[in-house]
């Protein structure tokens, strides 16, 4: 299963743009890259995804490097209830049994 | 919006007992979850469920079954509970489309003792 990297915390100050990065250099061709959130106390929650192309949705949106070595998880505003541990996973799209592999992720925290 | 219900969220039994972990899923989804999450280590499947009847191991089966007699409800049994089974245990459920996300519940919080 290939694997991510991601730094283990960042900062941010509120309402402005965060962008958190992550690093999947072994990432094959099927590979789709998913990044969810975990707020305390809770269930991992999906953000968003994709393959190829840059994605938007009303969350967040995901700029995906041209040769797909790497992406980048873009918070337009952080808000203090954007303060979570994100994961940024690849998920193999053809023949695979589904299985997330989750690292250690990346500690957001917003200060007010 | 996808809705992963699981039964409980905290839950305290004893060594040695059986302990019934219930989700319950309302997309019709055919594929369900269960990992365990622990400080560390991050989330590792259990075992997963393609559909009805059906069943895979995942990373760490040991002590677990599992059961899918109904398609919303996946069921994670804990055949004689141990204190190294003490986790946060979380369900998940996703349509049968493998490049779509999976939903996940709130997790149950269980404590062995």
């Known amino acids: 299963d290939a694997k991510t990297t991601q730094p283990n915390s960042m900062e941010s100050n509120e309402e402005e743009p965060v962008h958190l990065p992550c690093n999947h250099s072994t990432i094959s061709g099927t590979d789709y890259i998913h990044w969810y959130r975990q707020l305390p106390s809770q269930g991992p929650e999906y953000v968003i995804h994709g393959l190829t192309s840059n994605v938007n949705n009303r969350m967040a949106s995901l700029a995906i490097a041209e040769d797909r070595k790497s992406s980048t998880l873009i918070l337009h505003r952080a808000t203090l209830r954007d303060a979570a541990v994100y994961y940024c996973i690849l998920s193999r799209g053809s023949g695979n049994t589904g299985k997330l592999i989750f690292g250690q992720g990346t500690t957001l925290q917003v200060k007010p | 919006d996808v809705k992963v219900t699981q039964s409980s969220r905290y839950l305290v039994k004893r060594t040695g007992e059986k302990v019934f972990l219930e989700c319950v899923q309302d997309?019709?989804?055919?594929?369900m979850f269960w990992y365990r999450q622990d400080p560390g280590l991050g989330l590792r499947l259990i075992y997963f469920s393609y559909d009805v009847k059906m069943k895979e191991k995942g990373d760490i089966p040991e002590g677990y079954s599992v059961s899918r007699e109904k398609k919303e409800r996946f069921s994670l049994i804990l055949e004689s509970a141990s204190t190294n089974q003490t986790s946060m245990y979380l369900c998940a459920s996703r349509n049968l489309n493998s490049n779509q996300p999976q939903h996940f519940g709130d997790g149950t919080r269980l404590s062995i003792l």
């Open positions: 997309m019709d989804h055919e594929n």
